[in-house]
């Protein structure tokens, strides 16, 4: 079976330009959710969605933005970029809402976002 | 704490030895807990997790030890082989709530 898939895998901008980052979940999962990685530190929750309703949010700014369509895959889009949203942009999927079902988060490999 | 400065804790070990890989966690209400594996270039990879009513869980290779009273939790590896190089994180996460929390990662270095 396919894991979570991301694309695209790397991506160049510049300030103040807008990104739309995509994720695919394992096949079955409802739950996806959006951590940004900056380089050498833990991933930073942004967002979860479940049955196409954000669930959860994390301490990031509105230009953060995401959705989750009727096949569960899912958007992050992030608009008026600055050099500090240079990261690696996780997605992970699981089968329930919260990890309070205790079904753990298997991420893809990220989408790799500089800003020039 | 969500964050880790630039130069990770880094643990090298011998081939063939076992690993200890610690971690102290942030929030008492947390009840679940897991540890990743994240490898240069790609995600966290799912090693093994751990309620909060259990105070040891065994995987293969891995043990879990977690001590609530101390929000201390652990990850051993038995027999460390080359292939374990890689940063480990712990996450948290507590029932009702979609936030995982990492902690600071660890970097494993094998020693061939």
């Known amino acids: 079976d396919a894991g979570v898939t991301q694309s695209p895998t790397h991506l160049i901008k510049t300030r103040g330009q807008h990104v739309t980052l995509r994720c695919s979940p394992i096949?079955?999962?409802?739950?996806v959710s959006w951590y940004q990685q900056v380089l050498g530190q833990g991933p930073q929750f942004i967002f979860q969605y479940y049955e196409k309703e954000e669930r959860g949010r994390g301490n990031f700014p509105d230009r953060f933005s995401a959705r989750q369509f009727p096949n569960y895959s899912s958007e992050l889009n992030v608009n008026a970029l600055l050099l500090g949203d240079s990261a690696l942009y996780l997605c992970?999927?699981?089968?329930?809402?919260?990890?309070?079902?205790?079904?753990?988060?298997?991420f893809g490999d990220g989408t790799r976002l500089s800003i020039l | 704490g969500e964050s880790v400065g630039l130069h990770l804790p880094t643990l090298s070990v011998q081939e063939g030895d076992n690993s200890i890989i610690n971690c102290a966690y942030s929030n008492s209400a947390s009840d679940y807990f897991i540890w990743y594996k994240q490898e240069s270039g790609k995600g966290p990879q799912f090693i093994i997790d751990i309620r909060s009513n259990m105070d040891k869980r065994q995987g293969q290779r891995v043990t879990v030890l977690l001590n609530k009273t101390v929000k201390h939790l652990s990850l051993q590896i038995a027999a460390t082989q080359p292939g374990d190089s890689a940063v480990y994180f712990c996450?948290?996460?507590?029932?009702?709530?979609?936030?995982?929390?990492f902690g600071i990662g660890t970097k494993l270095q094998v020693i061939p």
């Open positions: 992970a999927s699981s089968l329930a809402r919260g990890q309070g079902g205790n079904q753990p988060q298997h």
């Open positions: 096949s079955g999962h409802k739950s």
């Open positions: 996450a948290e996460n507590m029932r009702g709530y979609q936030k995982v929390t």
